[in-house]
Structure formats: C-alpha cells, structure tokens
C-alpha cells in the first residue's frame, strides 16, 4: 500500500465516493439524519434535561422533527452558561456533577474531562465506555493523518490532570498503541526540554506557546538548539496560532519538524490540518460521529446553509454519544467551512477554521473584530515581532472605546530604533486587514508572560 493510499484510506472512511461538493453534503446530511433520528428518541427519554428542552419548544413527541431541516431550526438546548447551571443542579439534586443532561446511568460515566475552569466553575466532559471507545478511534484518525505510528515514542507537554488534552489525550494515545512521555506542561520548560533530550520521542504534542518557549530556551536551558532533538512531527492545540503560516513556518526551521494543528475529544469532535506549507483549514474527520459545523447566524439564530465558504457560530451535536451528549450545543465558535478539494494536500471532503468566538467579539467603530484575527496580522511581522500580544482594554468587551490598544513584543534581537516604524507598519496593516487602526506599542522582547497552556489575548485594564 502507497503513503497516498493509506492516507485516501484515513480521509475516505465514510465511504462517499463523490468529488461534487453539493452531492457530498447531500450524501453526509443523510448520514447524519440517520443517526439523527436514533440520538433524538435517545435524548427524548432524559426527562431532568433535554425533554423540557422540546417541550419548551412545542415538541412533543420525537417524531414532531421530520427532518434533517427541522432539527436544525430547533434553538440551542446547551451552552457553556447552561452547561454549568446543569452541573450545579445535578449536585444538589442527585449529589453529583455530571449535570441534569446526563443521559446515562452515574456509573456508566467511567472517565471526566473539564475546561480549564477560568469562571471558577469547570465544565465537565462525561464519557461511558462506548464514548470513550469512540474517542479514542477519533483522535486515531488525527494521529495517523499526523504520521505517527504505533509503538512511536511521543512527549506530552500539553497541561495534565482533567483537560480533555491531558488524560484523554494520553490514553488515546496509547489505546493507537503509542508510547507517550507525559511529562506535561506543568514539569516546566527546562524539564520538559531534558526529558525530550533523554527519552528522544519522534512526535511531540505541546501549545503553540509552549512550541514557541522550547525554540526560545533550548539554547540557555541544554546548550543546544530544539532541531537537534530529533523530533519529526509536532502537534499542537489548545489556542490560535498553530495554523498561521509564520508559526508553521518558525516550527519547521528550528525543529525541522512536520507541524500539524488539530482540535478534538469533546463530544467525538476531530479535526486536524495537514502538513501544507499554509493552512487551508483543519480536515473533518469525524463525520460519521459528530456534526461539529451545524452553522446558525450568531445573532438571528437562524440556520445558516451549509456549503463552501460558509461563515457562522457552530451548533454541536454528537450522533451516538451516551453519557450528558452535545445536542444542540451552542460552541460559541464562529468557524468558516470550506468543502471540496484541499489545496494542501489533495483530499476531498470539509475543511474549518475557526476564526473567532462569539463571545470575545469586539466593536471596533462598528467594526466586528475577533482576538484571533488580530493575532493573525501580528504573526505577519516574525521575526520582526515576537508574535506576543496583549490587546489592552479599558472595559469588558464587546464594546471597545477607540482607539483599541495592542500591545506586541519586539522579536529577539529586533533594535529599538526600529520599534517606531514597526508600531506605525502594524496599525497601518490592521487598518487594511480588518477596517480599524489599532494603537500600538511595541514592548522589549520578553516583556510578556509566557505560558505554556492557553494565552489569554485580553487584558482589561483598569485606571
């Protein structure tokens, strides 16, 4: 079997031969009605949760939806603000926090996962033997477009204890019948950097952020530069970045290594970029698990129509899920759609990008900015710019009071006498890019806190 097959056979699982993006989706969205019909009498029968969700709504009874359009104009039965007042409910109700949504009996929900809890209140990720089954077969859809093989030693540096690229990722890791090094990004970057030296894994799987602090510090920290670890293939996640081409292109330089970014493991989500020299956005690959691009408009609700070039929030849904399932979850990710070939790579099928979150919108002016697309712009100016930002407000967004204030950082070695001409070329360019001219600083290299788990793009300041 050919690279090229093998890699056919990992794209095509759903067995849809058709290279037309309309009969494509057609033959998709009758897969997924399908199973659409089996999850809905499934989540019917929770009568704590989902049941008063359709009624509220005047189903009632499953057979009410007819149809793939019908389910889709339903509203949204879950976000993260309702996810939580579930879980609060749970706890006083039944003395647990798996949530009214729980759609299993308690002790079939043998694995948790959680967000990282910034509200101070997490969200958990509840899985039954079979979601986790499932899972585990998702993410091995990533990991082998992503080149790594069984019995490949790879180093987690991703945070550990209960985020969904944490435990999860490791045991899926190893259920594909991988080695992980789970050192985490809690060990620290000298650690980390000593234990990838010594345990010499082929793929390692870290933030972008952390990607960018092992290029910094491999020097000072084991004397030497990342590129002569030895690893091949890089996969990150966790926050923006890891598809913008100055990042891909800084990865491969220093560790001369592949670079993929994925998303995946909530709900049987997967989705992972290939190892173009751009990002054409990140392949689908859980079709026949989950319908992660199920797009509304995020201010009317109403269903937007699912083609090529598509912009919209995401509304969740995971097909055969049995533990507290994504039905009807608003992400509050605003995601663009592409379907048809990839550039990249060839492969036929849908591609997405999320491009924003619907609830760190910003009004520029009228202007709708998202945090991630400023942070695109700015990773235009690497080397010239670290790629480090802040975007310092004076209130809680949405609305900003012009002008927005970006902070960025001077890349390593970039001399102060060119700072204001940087600071004028970056407004200038955001100016041209997203229709509103910034205030910007540029701060000594290392002025910015790094991390090596999410990097929080908004600081409010307060006078």
């Known amino acids: 079997m050919t690279k090229q097959t093998a890699m056919n056979d990992i794209f095509n699982y759903t067995n849809i031969g058709t290279r037309d993006p309309a009969e494509y989706l057609a033959a998709l969205d009758a897969l997924r009605w399908q199973k659409l019909r089996k999850q809905i009498r499934y989540v019917w029968g929770n009568e704590d949760y989902y049941r008063p969700r359709f009624l509220e709504v005047g189903i009632s009874s499953p057979e009410d939806i007819k149809s793939l359009a019908d389910f889709r104009r339903l509203p949204a039965f879950l976000d993260k603000t309702r996810h939580r007042e579930s879980q609060e409910a749970s706890l006083l109700r039944y003395g647990h926090p798996l949530g009214l949504h729980l759609t299993t009996a308690p002790e079939k929900a043998i694995h948790l996962a959680a967000t990282s809890g910034t509200t101070g209140t997490p969200t958990f990720y509840v899985f039954s033997r079979k979601d986790l089954e499932i899972t585990y077969a998702m993410l091995g859809r990533v990991f082998r477009v992503a080149g790594i093989r069984p019995g490949d030693t790879t180093f987690h540096a991703f945070g550990l204890s209960l985020w969904l690229a944490g435990i999860t990722y490791l045991q ?3 259920a594909y019948g991988a080695r ?3 050192v985490g990004a809690e060990g620290g970057v000298p650690k980390i950097l000593r234990y990838i030296e010594f345990t010499r894994p082929r793929a390692l799987f870290a933030t972008p952020s952390m990607v960018n602090q092992l290029i910094e510090r491999a020097p000072d920290e084991i004397g030497k530069p990342v590129g002569t ?27 001369g290594a592949q670079i993929f970014d994925m998303m995946g493991g909530a709900w049987h989500n997967a989705t992972v970029t290939c190892d173009a020299e751009h990002s054409y956005g990140m392949h689908y690959m859980a079709e026949d698990y989950c319908f992660r691009y199920d797009l509304v408009d995020p201010e009317t609700r109403a269903p937007l129509e699912i083609k090529d070039g598509a912009v919209g929030e995401a509304i969740h849904t995971a097909l055969e899920y049995e533990a507290a399932p994504a039905f009807r979850n608003a992400t509050g990710d605003i995601m663009r759609l592409s379907v048809g070939a990839c550039p ?16 760190d919108m910003l009004m520029v002016k009228g202007a709708k900015v998202y945090p991630a697309a400023i942070q695109k712009v700015v990773q235009e100016f690497l080397p010239r710019l670290s790629g480090e930002l802040r975007i310092r407000l004076d209130a809680p967004p949405p609305k900003v009071n012009p002008p927005l204030k970006l902070a960025v950082e001077a890349g390593e070695g970039a001399p102060a006498s060119e700072w204001p001409a940087l600071e004028k070329a970056l407004a200038q360019r955001v100016r041209e890019l997203l229709a509103f001219r910034p205030t910007v600083v540029v701060l000594p290299f290392g002025s910015l806190p790094r991390s090596g788990a999410k990097t929080k793009l908004i600081e409010i300041t307060t006078h």
């Open 172 to 174: 899926a890791l190893e």
């Open 180 to 182: 992980p090094v789970a």
């Open 229 to 255: 670890l030895g690893i091949e293939i890089i996969v990150v996640c966790g926050e923006p970045g890891g598809s913008q081409p100055v990042f891909r292109a800084r990865t491969r330089e220093h560790f």
């Open 344 to 359: 990249g790579c060839g492969h036929f099928g849908t591609r997405m990008e999320i491009v924003g979150r619907a609830d």
